[in-house]
């Protein structure tokens, strides 16, 4: 098949956010492109919104950020092919540049803060995504085939079964590698020194010590003890931008003739010290905190937590925030094994899609009938963006019916008190309802085939007797959209 052509879509684009002096930086996530611009005000919005491939324009998180969908990461590509090297040059100066534009427009601090965050995570965690996704689905297959109720197909103690699982597990196992790696590239750093870092907390005699809780010193009467840091986040993170910083301080100091040994030198042993002694367990002890209070809150709240984070959450995806959660939960699946938060999420998921796939069956617009049948089917793969922004909020009631849709599903997984023992969610993502540490366990799993249910039954009929008829015209500033079904999520 002939490779589609994006360079005319990516010059259009360049084009309406203002030209190349108007970016200051791009990145990209799931199912957008995110620019920091330097004047919001002279980026066209109307005429991105009408534009075959753009699904929407939203501004939050100090980003301009256009929706895509999952062609995200060609667009990208051919937008950086545009803008050409000397972009790519500016690209490289890193987190300097990323919030300089929106620094000068909001002076609040806070809100500043909480946008650089919410970018660093984004920038950290997207390129990882799919392959913790993988490995969640791979374990959760494994622990179907093993259930006596099918017959345990697959031994635990077997040669196969040890052999994939390691596969599986492998992608959470040397997560503060990956993050490491992700993180240095999004900030500019250097990725394999920091990987290397990375590659420090996931070395086994310093896991074995963390499982452990080996005394590294006393000081005062108060141990400082080695963690285990397999599976963890945010460590990482922070170790990137010290990483970063302390390189590029010493480039800028050290000799030319010396940076090559001792750059990295210095800043694995700097940095690796400063992350197992000092921040490494105050941030791991605080994220673990933080993610079982919040697992333990949405199993004590059952029904009720349910209910409420079930009909709200797909509003965070409206905004891009849902990356501040993404972070959350992959803590809980790596410190206790389970998720009750992402069962929830799971449905929301579901409800969206079904939402969209009411309109697709009823509508008999063909141009809507594609964009809605191939939004839906993203939705029921765990990407919503093009169902929300191809659709649903384009009929704001179709939306809010998949809210619906999504608080009754909330409100059966909270009422049963459902789990998730991996990343993966919607329908594609049912292997994660199995316990691999007990498969026999069924409950999340009947708690999920219950919640998806009533999320398709529920969001499916609001949809078809109230969210949607062909009467209905989309806001103006979509009704001269042709149809955007060929252009899927992105990666962000």
Avoid at 232 to 258: D, H, R, T, V
Avoid at 275 to 296: C, E, H, K, R, S
Avoid at 454 to 481: P, R
């Amino acid at each position: 098949m002939a490779k589609k052509d994006y360079s005319g879509l990516a010059k259009k684009i360049i084009s309406d956010v203002g030209g190349e002096k108007n970016i200051d930086n791009l990145i990209h996530c799931i199912t957008r492109l995110r620019f920091y611009l330097k004047d919001e005000s002279v980026a066209k919005d109307e005429d991105l919104k009408k534009t075959t491939g753009v699904i929407d324009v939203i501004k939050a998180s100090g980003q301009y950020q256009v929706v895509i969908g999952n062609e995200v990461g060609n667009v990208y590509d051919a937008v950086v092919q545009e803008l050409g090297p000397q972009f790519a040059a500016k690209i490289d100066d890193g987190a300097t540049t990323t919030a300089s534009a929106t620094d000068k427009q909001k002076g609040n601090p806070v809100t500043r803060g909480i946008n650089n965050l919410i970018g660093v995570i984004t920038g950290s965690m997207t390129p990882v995504i799919g392959v913790i996704a993988a490995a969640g689905i791979i374990k959760g297959i494994l622990a179907l085939l093993t259930l006596p109720q099918l017959g345990s197909l697959l031994d635990v103690k077997s040669t196969l079964y040890l052999t994939i699982s390691a596969i599986a597990d492998s992608a959470f196992f040397f997560l503060p590698i990956l993050v490491g790696f992700s993180a240095a590239r999004y900030m500019k750093g250097d990725p394999v020194i920091t990987a290397v870092i990375g590659g420090v907390l996931t070395y086994p005699q310093i896991i074995t010590w963390g499982t452990n809780f080996k005394t590294m010193f006393s000081i005062g009467g108060f141990d400082f003890q080695f963690l285990n840091y397999t599976y963890s986040i945010f460590p990482m993170i922070l170790a990137a931008w010290f990483a970063k910083e302390i390189g590029g301080w010493l480039k800028k100091n050290l000799p030319s003739y010396l940076q090559m040994i001792f750059t990295p030198l210095i800043t694995v042993l700097v940095v690796s010290v400063i992350t197992l002694v000092l921040t490494g367990p105050i941030i791991q002890g605080a994220a673990n905190g933080i993610a079982d209070f919040i697992n333990w809150l949405v199993h004590v709240s059952g029904w009720l937590g349910g209910l409420v984070i079930g009909g709200f959450y797909q509003i965070l995806v409206i905004f891009g925030l849902h990356w501040g959660v993404v972070p959350l939960v992959a803590q809980q699946i790596s410190g206790s094994g389970e998720s009750a938060l992402n069962a929830i999420i799971s449905g929301t998921m579901v409800s969206q899609g079904a939402a969209v796939l009411a309109v697709a069956i009823k509508s008999k617009k063909e141009n809507l009938k594609g964009l809605g049948f191939a939004a839906a089917i993203s939705a029921f793969c765990g990407v919503t963006e093009p169902a929300i922004y191809g659709v649903n909020l384009r009929y704001r009631r179709v939306f809010i019916s998949g809210l619906i849709g999504s608080a009754v599903s909330g409100f059966i997984t909270g009422l049963m008190h459902g789990n998730m023992f991996g990343f993966t969610g919607s329908l594609i993502g049912f292997s994660s309802f199995f316990d691999p540490k007990n498969p026999a366990q069924l409950t999340s799993f009947y708690a999920f085939l219950l919640s998806s249910l009533a999320a398709i039954i529920v969001s499916f009929l609001v949809t078809w007797f109230w969210g949607y008829n062909d009467k209905m015209v989309m806001s103006e500033k979509v009704e001269k959209k042709e149809n955007p079904s060929k252009k899927n999520a992105v990666k962000a």
